[in-house]
DNA sequence: GTCTATACCAGGATAGAC
DNA sequence: GTCTATCCTGGTATAGAC
């Protein structure tokens, strides 16, 4: 059972992560799912309020897919390539990039909760890989910096993903991109 | 002299690297550089073309900003570094990400030859650190992945350090975040 | 090259019926 | 929970005077 609220979730996920906050509005949700306006507007009163809803649902969905890599994978580099796949995934599906990446972008138009969790959600992340790393026994004084290396390569690796979406088909080739970067950072930190 | 041109890109560009694409108008630039909304029309007729005008000017300096890094440096490692300085000193000036990243990020909202100049952009910029990179030692077969990957972790940088600019005055701290970034790929690289 | 005035449409949001 | 109708604002752009 999917419910209104959810479908509009969806919809509105997919547009930020392929047009950006404030490059898509409630008509185009309202176009993909066939219902009005002013239904979005019952389900969710401003725009802000479904940014919220999103990255708190965006925050547990990347949570528990972080839990599957980290269950399925048998040692840390599988684990750290496994999460790569996870973005790679990501751009995989239409060229999307990270709900994060973009609010960080567009942060100056999000309300401060929005922000908030934006930042937190970095930090989570951050922290997991660190782990990770201090499992593959990276002495503890380089996991902080080295986490914020492998967490930025991958932001940054879907934006140049994204970037290079000219020919319209070369989504496969792109997605690959991703997990070179990562295989490349792989190699080199540990 | 500064052309009336000139003032409006500047306040343009500082506008797209702060908020987006999508979320400035000329109503902002009129309104921070004392002029009408008709009279930035006639020196750039559409948004459209203020973005083309705008990217062209980006390369034109970046190019010549990296050369001053490349003239001024002794050896490879040095010239990776001063060229990481260029992302973090952008960071420095009220918080703004590269251009090109927000322009891969709304890539759907530009004309064709935005996308093209801005996924030029990253080739050119892909060129010259992997030449970095073999002046350095690196194995031919090697370069053109690790560039990429240095590329993709400077642009993630700015993403995170944006997503960090909670408190408000911790700009500098963010900004070394992109160093620090920077310094981990390259001992890790080279 | 800059202005006033204005057109036009889209975005975000509300009122109130069903 | 969904609709029709409507409001207000702001964004992009043009016409035409100075």
Redesign the pocket.
Known sequence: MT???DRILDSAQTLVQVRGY?G?????ISAEL??????I???F????ALAEALIVRYRERFAAARKEVDDGAADPRQRLVGYAGLYAETFAQGGRICLCGVFAVDAESLPVQVRQATDAFFADQREWVAGVLAEAGMPATRTSAAAEAYLASLEGALLLARAHGQPDGAADQDRDVVRSVAATLVTALL
């Open positions: 419910t209104t609220a404030n898509f509005s409630y008509a185009d066939s219902i009005t306006k002013p239904s507007h019952h389900h009163p401003t725009k802000a």
